[in-house]
């Protein structure tokens, strides 16, 4: 067998062996040893152990390769190819390919750790700038809250009580004396002689005399023991309120003095009952403006101001949806007020004469009943008359048993409301009353008597 021919078909034992036809030699294979009949070079390897021959072609050049028989490697290189070379320059592309990802993969980091270091990072940005600051706004309108506050604040106190034992706030009027609630200077009734400080808004302190109270009102007179005029506040017309009304409202919840919240009216002619529910502050009864300004404890007696800067009302009570027996709450946007027109009057008359008196039409009334309005009881009880003889109410024609359900021409639609009612208009005023007897409505003209406090 000659170099560069492939071995024989190997035939049956004992027979010669077919000559081969010849194969192409790889350029770049060196020939290895013949191989002996039967055998098959390694890298044709076959199921049947013989190598089929090959057909020449006449023109001396190589057929097309017969596709690989089943598990067969893939057919060798062309011609002038070395699998060698081959590998190496796919080997040598991949390498390429890789470097040149990482490099870019190292200066895209670069890039953008630069960028990053510049906007974040540790948080540091050396041309960082949020502008310049503008100027200060030194001319509010006065309408505004900050404009009726620059006006009331200094005419605001915070008033305490025995010392520490309690705080609330009050307003300066007309003369030096001050506002403020019966159940802040009483403590909700439980002190009589209590020892009263004034604080104003520059902070000084000073000693202050109770002047009078009312109970049934709840306004109190004090007046601060100094020299020399007050800053006071100018009263308005809470006749005049509407709902929907801006308002601003001023005092020392819980004794942060100076404290300023706004709001609106939210409601008129409010039933409610301020201070304490025992003792002397347990028989006050106002027809209240409500507002949804927050009122918090220690507002009480602080005034509330309409947008022109006039006291409309005293603050005096906040509804809460906490417990009472865990103490009192702050704000859920009920606060009330007493309306000014009644202080102002209240706060006259203790100051001329030391005491207040208060309206009344000489009835009893039934607080057990359930129907709308309030009824005069139906008989006298301990030893009090159902209508006060030749009181205000029996001049009128009113009966025992007969239902108020108009008062001033205000509803009304509880014994509470009318007491209310009653009390928020001066003694000697003329209203119309209208009530049921029998189920039939008649309408009659009181005149309002009065009654110590």
Known sequence: MSEGVGPAAAGPPGEPAAAAPELPVAPDILPGPPASAGELPPEHPSSSGELPPEPSSPSGELPPAPPPLPGELPSRPARGESPRRHALGGRRLAVFAFTLALVSALAGGLVGGYVVSRTSGNGVSPGF???????????RPPASVAGIAARVLPGVVMVRVDGSEGTGSGFIIRGG????????????GRLRHASL??????GRAVPAKLIGTDPFSDIAVIRPRVTGQLPALSLGNSAGIEVGDPVVAFGSPLGLAGTVTSGIISALDRPVRPGGTQGVAAQAFINAIQTDAPINPGNSGGPLVNGQGQVIGVN??????????????????????????????????IIRTGRATHAVIGVMLDSAYRGSGAQIVTAARRGAFAVTPRGPAARAGLRPGDVIVSFGGQRITSATTLIQAVRSRDPGMRVAVVFLRGGVRHVVSLTLGSAPS
């Open 129 to 139: 700038s949020l502008g310049t600051v503008p100027g200060a706004i030194t001319d």
């Open 177 to 188: 004396y001050v506002i403020t609630d019966n159940h802040v200077v009483t403590l909700d």
């Open 197 to 202: 400080q004034v604080v104003f808004n520059s």
């Open 316 to 349: 005096a009570a906040i509804a809460t949806v906490g417990d009472p027996l865990a103490g009192q709450s702050g704000s859920i946007g009920l606060g009330f007020a007493i309306p000014i027109n009644q202080a102002r009057l209240i706060a006259t008359e």
